[in-house]
């Protein structure tokens, strides 16, 4: 696959220029509103947030259109076409989940079209979290150019630099809901900052990213705008070079600590399910796995010592040497 031309520069003006560029992208990260900044966390201070938590008064969903009437026979999720079920059950799910996530980090991971960024916001939302693109926040850091005309200027590499930049400086901070590029899982220096969070999979199928970033113009996305040819079926360009990437990054993906499908169904089956209805599944698949590890910490703490009721203490005890010359011959 090949990739927009790298301007050449010589390696003197590359590291200052990647040195302007890191100290940019550390303005924007010390920006980090509200609880989420790390001056804001003493561990002290930390413990008495996190015992304060409370759900959110309200609940951030999309309403149902009035038109809509009716459930679809036979769907898995019924409560995903009945937006005031839907709405009940996120609050049900947030309130269980609040008191044990203690500010963790939540890191969104997909390809291109999952919808990070929207899912991302709703859930920032619903957790009253602060959220980060780090596309945007790379956008920022290079007075507002488009990630598009980043990679056309400076080339892929760069530009990985930069998304692993800010990743590392958004890691120390807590209640973030943090939207990734799609090709942030490729490094493994990115993993150990996101690992220190949740990080979750936004799974859509390749026709239904295609048909997303080709509504919104593959021009915005330049591993699938490059050697587009013109007046080619774009949606069908999107999809074959989607395939491609996902083949190369799936290894990696499944890395992730939760796993949500993008599926929809009944009306929702071609645009895939609604944003509330894939934060719903998020939200659920990020409580399943605390509450499991919950589990597993408290099975560990529940152990017996057998005949400790027989055992002398440390002062008591005799030493199992106490009677042995250091030549290994038993003392009179």
């Not at 561990?43 to 969903?61: C, N």
């Not at 079209?113 to 899912?119: H, R």
């Not at 021009?219 to 079926?233: C, S, Y």
Request: net charge neutral; hydrophobic share 40%; with cysteine.
């Amino acid at each position: 696959m090949s990739m927009p031309m790298q301007r050449p520069m010589a390696g003197g003006a590359r590291a200052g220029q990647v040195q302007r560029s890191s100290a940019a992208l550390r303005s924007v990260a010390s920006q980090v509103p509200f609880t989420a900044h790390r001056a804001n966390f003493s561990s002290k201070r930390v413990l008495r947030q996190d015992a304060r938590v409370e759900a959110p008064s309200r609940v951030v969903v999309v309403r149902a259109e009035a038109d809509l009437t009716g459930l679809t026979p036979g769907h898995p999720y019924p409560w995903e076409e009945d937006f005031d079920l839907l709405g009940d059950k996120v609050k049900e799910v947030t309130d269980q989940l609040l008191p044990d996530l203690r500010g963790c980090n939540i890191w969104l991971v997909g390809m291109m079209g999952s919808g990070k960024s929207t899912v991302g916001k709703m859930l920032a939302n619903t957790l009253k979290y602060a959220f980060f693109d780090t596309d945007s926040v790379i956008e920022l850091a290079h007075d507002k150019k488009p990630v598009s005309q980043i990679f056309a200027e400076e080339g892929q590499d760069y530009f990985r630099q930069c998304e692993s930049q800010i990743i590392k400086e958004l890691s120390p901070y807590r209640n973030l809901v943090i939207s990734t590029g799609g090709g942030a899982v490729l490094k493994p220096q990115n993993w150990g900052y996101m690992h220190l969070g949740i990080v979750a999979w936004l799974n859509g199928d390749t026709e239904l990213l295609a048909r997303r970033v080709a509504k919104d113009g593959i021009e915005k996305r330049p591993l699938l705008a490059a050697d587009a040819p013109e007046g080619a079926d774009m949606q069908q360009v999107a999809k074959t070079k989607l395939d491609a990437l996902l083949e190369d990054r799936r290894k990696y993906y499944e890395n992730a600590d939760v796993v949500v499908t993008l599926e929809g169904y009944g009306k929702d089956l071609e645009d895939g399910a609604p944003t509330a209805a894939v934060m719903y599944r998020l939200l659920t698949a990020i409580n399943d796995k605390v509450q499991a590890k919950k589990r597993e910490q408290a099975e560990r703490m529940n152990f017996t010592i057998e005949g400790a009721d027989q055992l002398k203490t440390m002062r008591t005890m005799d030493s199992p040497a106490g009677g042995l010359q250091l030549d290994g011959n038993q003392a009179p």
